[in-house]
């Protein structure tokens, strides 16, 4: 091949299945239960208790976003290459500045809408989100770490995974990009309804990007982005 020639792959076009349904199933069900302790638990709301500040659970949640990861690939890796799935793209630095600066221009659309969103809907109770936040040097480092995780692993399930999933399940890619949408937003429930709806809104819009670039990593630099931002940058 020759070393300058523009290598693309994007996510397959075609529709179909891209993990049997029984397995959607069971991920629908972990986000459920989870999403059901959380509430129970109240969130995050303890995380500031512990002698050791956030750190425990910021480790804790580390791994179970990359177990869930690897659990949703585990279930679509007999039917489509994972390479094909987040649609890796190497295609010249002319290119891969282009897609920095439509990732830097859809964050200020994310942060506008959600600003937006959160003007129109009031006020809503943070405190379970805002206890967590870091305060030391080592919760900084760490939480830049888990928000990697975040982005990497929430951006390949729901809009990786369940959005293509829901799309072919439907018949209709509009169908599967509200709906691992509305799921994105319930699986944030322990925030508040009021949250629900603005990460549901974001969601669609993190939807929309992956499905115009054919691509996951432009999403996931800006949600891991949107998430260093929010949690240490702008508490």
């Known amino acids: 091949m020759n070393p300058g020639a523009e290598v693309d792959v994007a996510p397959s076009q075609k529709p179909g ?12 069900a972990v986000i459920a239960v989870v999403t059901l302790v959380a509430i129970q638990m109240g969130g995050t709301s303890t995380a500031g208790q512990n002698r050791h500040g956030g750190i425990p659970l910021y480790v804790s949640l580390m791994l179970s976003e990359w177990a869930f990861f690897y659990f949703a690939y585990a279930g ?16 010249g630095r002319a290119a891969f500045i282009r897609s920095v600066l439509i990732a830097i221009g859809f964050w200020f659309i994310w942060e506008g809408s959600g600003r937006a969103m ?6 809503s109770d943070t405190r379970n989100v805002t206890s967590m ?20 692993c929430e951006e390949f399930v729901y809009r990786g995974y369940l959005q293509r999933q829901f799309a072919a399940i439907t018949g209709s890619t509009a169908a599967g990009l509200i ?11 322990y925030q508040g309804w009021k ?8 969601g669609a819009l993190f939807g929309l990007l992956a499905y115009w670039r054919k691509s996951l990593v432009p999403g996931m ?11 240490w940058l702008n508490p």
Request: glycine fraction near 10%; charged fraction near 10%; aromatic fraction near 10%.
């Open 221 to 231: 630099g800006v949600h891991t982005w949107a998430d260093i931002y929010g949690g």
């Open 179 to 189: 709906l691992q949408a509305v799921v994105f937003g319930v699986s944030h429930g």
């Open 133 to 152: 936040l870091p305060r030391t040097v080592l919760e900084i480092i760490v939480w830049i770490l888990l928000s990697f995780s975040a982005g990497i």
């Open 76 to 91: 679509t890796r007999k039917r489509i290459a994972l390479r094909e799935l987040i649609g890796l793209r190497w295609r």
């Open 118 to 123: 959160h003007w129109l809907l009031g006020p």
């Open 17 to 28: 299945l891209i993990a049997p349904i029984w397995h959607t199933g069971l991920v629908l």
């Open 195 to 202: 949250q629900v709806i603005i990460i549901c809104v974001l």
